[in-house]
């Protein structure tokens, strides 16, 4: 049963790994359009002569120039060789297709004009209407610094500041040219080494709350910690983004999709976390790799670098990519663990440790919960196929018959046994090559353990003994009791006594 959802877990997780590396290219950070940290600031530092009306920003980080024109009059704004590129007023916006910059400034790394287009200055314009709004965006190509690699003496010397370039934009207003002043600095960041310690020390609570098997509330408040943060700083880089609240919305759901859905499907790990479920150690490495992936690690260089796409404080901003990073990183390592060693088996005896996981420490309305969500034959077919394994001492005892197990409050009552091999060529999914787990009862039957599924499941694990549940008439034994009697301490998965080997000659 845990093999099957492994494997599906292993199998969402790495086809959502595939899904990121494939949706988020290197130029971008925590949503697939928006700006990665940097040390380049550009800034609009002055517009002359001064228009009521006409204000100018740089957004995305230096990746796009943004001008609003809410005057009565048009403004047009000249291309690379003084032609005209854009019209902005009262009509919306209209872009020449004549213009070499109308191709050129489609990316931020710049186009090439189609061919047989002529984009000569002198040539006449063609206007195309691209927007009904009083605002224009593009890549403008002054303003941000177009090399992968910086200039020269920022290279010798990186630490210090360094003013790059201050050119002009110019609009045409009424024949006037108005000259939009704009300055590219380089701008050094801080040093990162001071958010290693804390980085580390959420790296290993995320480890030790996930490790440890009885802090279950614990690692669900953790996972919540962890995608409210990461939601955050998503949120975050969205806010400053150019556009009206719907365009963010738009790029916030298209840009964090895989994001989207790793918060959702933090919702039902947490509340598996909250009923102690220990397959919720699945969801937790889950949500918690990519969040630590995509929140953390895509956007690290935001603790060195100045310049960053967040509307909050930048020391909130690198925290939160510390959270992100060093405790999402943590409960992956640490539920990983846990799981290696729940699904340790001992050479000695083969005891598996699954079901005391999954009902040790509930309350009875807790336990009632997980009842319903189970599946009675899919849990006693692999309960039941260890639970022979553990009888291979005393499998002599079954030569006069099997023992059934029947869950009562079923709508058709369940029914498994343990029982015999009825041939001596053996199933390799058979637990032993003496025993086997089998639906149904299987003639002749010794004895039947009958009991609701909740007290079936507290018995194979251990956290009920049979002697007790017998005496508390929470279960019924039927046939020879005797029998029972022998089997009684192999029963439990986990017992807190090792049962001791009988010699058969004075069992029986």
Do not use: C
């Not at 517009?47 to 990746?63: E, F, H, K, Q, Y």
């Not at 020449?96 to 287009?117: D, E, K």
């Not at 314009?125 to 690699?149: C, F, L, N, V, Y």
């Not at 637990?431 to 039947?448: D, I, K, M």
Request: hydrophobic share 50%; net charge neutral; glycine share 8%.
């Amino acid at each position: 049963m845990r093999s099957w959802v492994a494997i599906r877990i292993a199998a969402v997780a790495v086809g959502a790994i595939a899904l990121v590396g494939l949706a988020a290219p290197p130029a971008s950070a925590h949503t697939i359009s928006g700006p990665r940290p940097t040390n380049y600031r550009s800034r609009v530092v002055a517009i002359a002569p001064a228009v009521p009306g006409i204000s100018a920003r740089i957004v995305d980080l230096g990746t796009r120039f943004e001008l609003t024109n809410r005057s009565s009059t048009e403004v047009t704004v000249l291309g690379y060789e003084d032609e005209p590129y854009l019209r902005v007023g009262p009509n919306g916006v209209f872009e020449n297709l004549h213009s070499q910059a109308t191709y050129i400034n489609r990316t931020r790394a710049g186009s090439t004009v189609p061919v047989g287009i002529d984009t000569s200055p002198t040539a006449a314009p063609e206007w195309k209407k691209i927007s009904g709004g009083h605002t224009a965006r593009w890549h403008d190509h002054r303003i941000h610094w177009m090399s992968p690699q910086p200039p020269p003496f920022v290279a010798q010397s990186p630490g210090s500041f360094h003013h790059l370039s201050q050119q002009n934009i110019v609009l045409l207003r009424n024949g006037e040219r108005v000259a939009i002043a704009v300055s590219l600095d380089w701008v050094p960041g801080p040093s990162g080494v001071p958010w290693i310690p804390p980085l580390v020390v959420l790296f290993v609570v995320g480890v030790l709350v996930a490790v440890v098997p009885r802090w279950w509330r614990l690692l669900a408040v953790l996972v919540g910690v962890l995608v409210l943060s990461d939601i955050a700083h998503a949120i975050g880089f969205e806010i400053p983004r150019p556009g009206g609240n719907v365009t963010k919305v738009v790029q916030f759901v298209g840009g964090s999709f895989v994001s989207i859905a790793i918060w959702i499907a933090a919702v039902p790990t947490t509340i598996a976390l909250l009923r102690r479920r220990a397959e919720a150690l699945y969801g937790v490495v889950f949500v918690a790799l990519l969040v630590a992936l995509i929140g953390g690690a895509t956007d690290l260089s935001a603790l060195w670098k100045s310049q960053l796409p967040d509307a909050g404080p930048a020391w909130l901003t690198r925290a939160e990519v510390v959270v992100t990073l060093g405790l999402g990183g943590g409960l992956v390592v640490g539920a990983l663990v846990r799981m290696l060693r729940s699904r340790t088996v001992a050479a000695d005896d083969g005891r598996r440790q699954w079901l005391s996981l999954l009902v040790s420490g509930l309350s009875d309305a807790e336990l009632a919960q997980v009842v319903r969500e189970l599946d009675v034959d899919d849990v006693l077919e692999v309960a039941l196929r260890e639970l022979a394994a553990r009888f291979a001492p005393v499998a002599d005892a079954f030569a006069d018959g099997s023992l059934a197990f029947v869950v009562t409050d079923q709508d058709v009552p369940a029914v498994w046994s343990v029982a015999r091999n009825a041939s001596p060529n053996v199933s390799p999914n058979d637990a032993t090559p003496g025993l086997r787990a089998a639906r149904g009862r299987v003639e002749p039957v010794a004895a039947e353990i009958r009991a609701p599924f909740a007290v079936t499941l507290q018995v194979l694990a251990g956290t009920l003994a049979v002697d007790d549940a017998v005496a508390r008439a929470l279960i019924l034994i039927t046939g020879d009791a005797a029998f029972v009697a022998r089997l009684a301490p192999y029963i439990p998965e986990a017992p807190t006594v090792t049962p001791a080997r009988e010699d058969p000659a004075s069992a029986s």
